[in-house]
């Protein structure tokens, strides 16, 4: 009796032993699978999770054998840019070795004008993005910043949210090159261009990361970035009206621009919108459409893969060189490859019967008085960056991803809609609505 007993002893212990390990090498990441049932309080029903299902299906299809470390060397290459790109502009200087590690100084690097209005603004996002460098190396990271080129890289973003034929240059087609450090207006609109790809990239690692101090920190990285670009959309949103040169036209038509132009690049889903936003079927403010946090519906922000902001940083070349990176980025994660790929896990589900109350552009057709009665009537300058939810193909293309250039000079009136959540009381006389719906 007492020999079974020391044996069952061991075995609890031995139990025991097992079960605090919580640190176990690939623990934390979801396998392909259904997704439904993955704890017993399932199963869920995601039907109405679009884009939350299709984020961490992307994210299960990138990760492969990629380890968590391989996401500490491409999140240094990332926060190099974004950070250098903030530093320089905001301080006149870089990041110091500790940071660099040996790393050359970014072509173009140079300090921009900022007016005393949005200085310190500027200077804070700038010292949390070195901050945000040295997470990666406090993570391990001992890679050095890799060839970084400004100007290359804005104006070839430029070129193809204008959609100039390849070859031709922003120069070429409107007599210098864009300048992202020229003034108040340039610089925010290029902070925010990159800040958001930070943003997006760093909740995109949540279903990636394995280690659940690197996925805190990570968690850290994302909200803090979030954090950070709704400050910038406010500093952009009181400059929307000012001309970003040398195109003409001001900054809110050219962010509609480059938006379109990030949508188009990342996969099917819809997930960018301008600083002005009136599409009904993402939250916008109807009075102004002020867009400060753009959200899906339900007040979520997006997420992408690494492969899925590559894919918009290299402007859909696979090789993995050009644009902001000549000589590409350094360690395993270093081409947009896969950006397109979903794994499988959620289509055994039955699909929810009842609708959202929330109802389709197409819908509710023009948003009548007093809901947009001290509103704009059109918004100059933005394009609907979604598509509908069913019917077009969302096959990631330009053309069906919303990134049509209106003419040069001509207000951008292409694909308008309008914004409102149906919801008791919201709805003007006389229009169709969906209350009928079970509430969510």
Not at 363 to 392: H, M, R, W, Y
Not at 404 to 413: C, I, T, Y
């Amino acid at each position: 009796m007492a020999k079974a007993g020391i044996v069952i002893a061991l075995l609890a212990l031995g139990l025991t032993a097992v079960l605090a390990q919580p640190f176990a090498p690939g623990q934390g990441v979801l396998p392909s699978g259904n997704l439904l049932t993955t704890d017993p309080g399932g199963p869920y029903n995601f039907s109405l999770l679009n884009t939350q299902t299709t984020e961490v299906r992307a994210a299960i299809a990138f990760k492969k054998d990629l380890t968590d470390m391989d996401i500490i060397h491409f999140l240094t290459n990332v926060e190099c840019l974004e950070g250098q790109f903030d530093t320089w502009g905001t301080f006149g200087h870089g990041f110091i070795d500790n940071l660099q590690l040996g790393g050359p100084t970014p072509i173009g690097a140079r300090k921009a004008p900022l007016s005393e209005k949005y200085l310190s603004m500027m200077q804070e996002v700038a010292l949390n993005e070195q901050g945000h460098a040295l997470m990666t190396r406090h993570s391990g990271s001992a890679n050095p910043c890799p060839v970084i080129d400004f100007d290359a890289g804005f104006n070839a973003w430029m070129a193809y949210a204008y959609g100039l034929p390849k070859g031709t240059t922003v120069a070429d087609k409107f007599g210098k090159p864009f300048d992202p450090f020229l003034n108040d207006q340039n610089f925010i609109l290029s902070v925010l261009s990159l800040e958001e790809l930070g943003a997006t990239g760093n909740k995109g690692l949540a279903g990636i990361v394995g280690n659940p101090v690197l996925s805190q920190a990570i968690a850290g990285l994302a909200t803090s970035a979030t954090a950070q670009a709704t400050l910038e959309r406010v500093m952009l949103f009181d400059l929307k009206g000012k001309i970003i040169e040398p195109f003409g036209e001001t900054a809110q038509q050219v962010f509609a621009r480059i938006s379109a132009m990030r949508d188009s690049l990342d996969g099917p889903q819809f997930d960018d919108q301008g600083i002005v936003n009136s599409d009904s079927r993402t939250i916008a403010v109807p009075h102004d459409y002020a867009n400060y946090i753009p959200t899906d519906i339900r007040g979520l922000t997006f997420a992408r893969t690494p492969a899925q902001a590559l894919n918009i940083i290299f402007l859909g070349d696979q090789s993995g060189k050009g644009t902001f990176f000549p000589e590409g980025i350094l360690g395993k994660i270093n081409t947009p490859k896969g950006f397109d790929e979903l794994a499988s896990g959620t289509e055994n589900f039955p699909i929810w019967p009842k609708k959202a109350p929330q109802m389709t552009v197409a819908e509710f057709g023009d948003v009548l008085p007093p809901i947009t009665a001290d509103g704009p009537k059109n918004v100059t300058g933005e394009l609907d960056l979604t598509q509908s939810l069913a019917g077009v193909k969302a096959d990631a293309t330009a053309d069906t991803r919303g990134l049509k250039p209106s003419p040069l000079g001509a207000p951008n009136f292409a694909n308008l809609s309008h914004v409102t959540v149906a919801a008791p009381g919201r709805v003007s006389p006389g229009v169709k609505t969906h209350l009928d719906h079970a509430e969510l």
